[in-house]
């Protein structure tokens, strides 16, 4: 019986077929996509004139800071993301092997945490300036110089602290990728060392180092703990402030779009940058990589260069968090600690169930029908990770209140009673805004463990019977268990993390333990918050480790066969 090729069956399948997957997978993409309508619709349709006001006085001060922000955080983390990728994959040293997974440590630490940290030690009656004043003998302020923590300088210190294993992540792996012979080659072409790297391996490398830089200041963008407790007034803290402070949602919107075009100004210059531009592997032939040793006082100088991020980013940290942990004597605030902590776990995997069924939904879906119209849905889906979680808590709003007004509207008129909020202000909003922004690394995952599996299974489940719904239980789901428990594990992990959406979208009254961390460090009461923070800080290594390990794995021929399967 002669076999179909996957190439004649693929074009018989229609380009556009209602079925539930296409129907089911467009009415995610529509519902994900409304916050973001709903935030433009508010902007340039405002109902107050408070835009003026905004652009003539505080617009330019906001743009300013996000500029400095989101330039110092960018060049700190290339830095050292792409210098210390660069030395753990190449380059032989004491305690390379540690430095690998060690390097990505800061991730799991939120950047509002390591800022209350760190302002603990450096601010005038911190440990430090308080042991050199004991030292130098010192009285005042005014006998001697030290950098200012809460400052523009400072958040980007911090900041690039948390943020550079995003850069790190993705050059090592592109690192990995590459082929010893192309840097052999030009070395043989009298190329040195620091020339190979950057004629050769930087260009090589350069997409993934985009798309990491990229990450980064969309972080920066959507930071709000950092710049709040540093007082650095950024269009992130604008939002909070025009909406809460001032009272005007349409304001915020306004805010909110201008936030919206910086991020989208981000995605164009990052396409921009690689326009007509292509760097290939020429060659499928790999091997174990053989690492460079290096001469006793550059190896001291890697050492270093590898434990400065750790240390600061994780070590000094955790240890100061710790301590406060074991000095602080909670008494009756343990109750309380763990209604924290249930909120929290409760919404984080909530969530995380919610986007891997929606994830797995978009993916299969888009895998079954082959529809265009449902590949650019799945696409329009996965937006919300670019988007700051202010700018996203505005347009969540508006449609949900907008519900809750229609639905009492009707209550009252024909019942005589009023329904109040039914979804605003309560938690499924917390979890749709959670759901809306964090789905893309849902959906990530599972699109690419679906892409490993042949198209042929798919193919000789259908000769035998089998529905999609049936392939899809029977087939791949037992494929795929690993895949979705790393994007459950992601969005759980964020989830824990997230700020300024849960502090725009909970219910009143309604705590989790980032938003306690939050108000407790604002208020100096740093020794209180440090069990929440351990907490969350605990949460983020477990995918760390994770990483760390596919990382390893990434590279072809490491199993000793040159060309062999990672």
Same mark, same amino acid.
């Given at each position: ?185 030009? =070395?043989? $072409?009298?190329?040195? +060392?620091?020339? @190979? ?6 260009? !090589? #490398?350069?997409? /993934?180092? &985009? ?75 790999? =091997?174990? $990589?053989?690492?460079? +040793?290096?001469? @006793? ?6 050492? !270093? #260069?590898?434990? /400065?991020? &750790? ?98 509207? &009707? ?156």
């Amino acid at each position: 019986m002669a076999r179909t090729a996957p190439s004649a069956i693929a074009q018989k399948v229609p380009r556009f077929r209602v079925d539930g997957w296409t129907l089911g997978a467009l009415v995610v993409a529509g519902l994900i996509a409304t916050p973001i309508i709903a935030v433009v619709v508010l902007a340039v349709a405002p109902s107050d004139d408070i835009w003026p006001h905004l652009a003539s006085t505080v617009l330019p001060h906001y743009l300013a800071n996000t500029a400095a922000l989101a330039s110092g955080v960018g060049i700190g983390t290339l830095v050292i993301g792409v210098g210390t990728a660069w030395l753990v994959t190449m380059c032989r040293f004491p305690m390379r092997a540690v430095f690998e997974w060690a390097l990505l440590l800061p991730l799991a630490v939120p950047s509002y945490v390591i800022a209350y940290v760190y302002t603990d030690l450096l601010e005038y009656a911190g440990p430090i300036q308080v042991t050199l004043r004991d030292l130098f003998g010192w009285t005042s302020r005014r006998d001697y110089w030290f950098p200012e923590i809460r400052s523009v300088g400072g958040a980007i210190a911090v900041m690039t602290l948390v943020l550079y294993p995003y850069v790190y992540l993705l050059a090592r792996a592109a690192f990995l990728e590459q082929s010893v012979c192309v840097i052999e080659a030009s =070395r043989t $072409l009298g190329r040195g +060392p620091w020339q @190979s790297f950057i004629r050769v391996a930087l260009p !090589l #490398a350069r997409p /993934a180092i &985009v798309i990491g830089l990229t990450l980064v200041l969309m972080e920066t963008l959507n930071d709000f703990g950092t710049v709040d407790f540093f007082a650095v007034a950024t269009l992130t803290t604008g939002i909070f402030d025009v909406w809460l402070n001032m009272n005007s949602t349409a304001g915020a919107a306004q805010l909110a779009v201008v936030t919206l075009g910086v991020v989208l100004l981000l995605i164009a210059v990052e396409r921009w940058a690689r326009r007509k531009q292509r760097f290939h592997h020429t060659t499928p032939r790999y =091997r174990v $990589l053989t690492l460079a +040793p290096l001469p @006793s006082s550059r190896a001291a100088l890697a050492f !270093l #260069a590898c434990l /400065a991020p &750790v240390l600061l980013g994780f070590v000094v940290p955790a240890a100061v968090l710790l301590r406060f942990a074991l000095a602080h004597r909670p008494g009756t605030e343990t109750d309380s600690f763990l209604d924290l902590a249930i909120n929290s776990l409760f919404l984080s995997s909530a969530t995380a169930a919610c986007a891997v069924l929606v994830g797995l939904v978009l993916a299969y879906g888009a895998r079954a029908s082959r529809s265009r119209l449902l590949a650019a849905a799945t696409r329009l889906a996965g937006i919300g990770y670019a988007i700051p979680g202010a700018v996203l808590a505005v347009g969540v709003v508006v449609p949900l209140a907008a519900f809750d007004n229609a639905i009492d509207a &009707v209550a009252r008129d024909h019942f005589g009673v009023s329904t109040g909020l039914v979804l605003s202000g309560t938690v499924f909003a917390l979890i749709f805004g959670y759901l809306v922004r964090f789905l893309a690394l849902s959906h990530g995952a599972i699109e690419a463990s679906l892409a490993k599996i042949t198209p042929n299974m798919d193919a000789a489940a259908r000769t035998l019977g089998h529905t999609p719904m049936s392939t899809l239980r029977r087939v791949h789901f037992p494929l795929m268990r690993g895949s979705l428990l790393t994007a459950a594990i992601l969005v759980f992990v964020d989830c824990m993390k997230e700020l300024p959406l849960t502090l725009l979208l909970r219910p009143f009254n309604f705590e989790t333990l980032a938003t306690n961390v939050h108000q407790l460090a604002s208020a100096e009461l740093l020794e209180q918050s440090a069990r929440g923070a351990l907490a969350i800080v605990a949460a983020g290594i477990l995918p760390v480790i994770a990483l760390s390990r596919t990382i390893r794995r990434s590279r072809p021929g490491q199993n000793g066969v040159p060309g062999g399967p990672p």
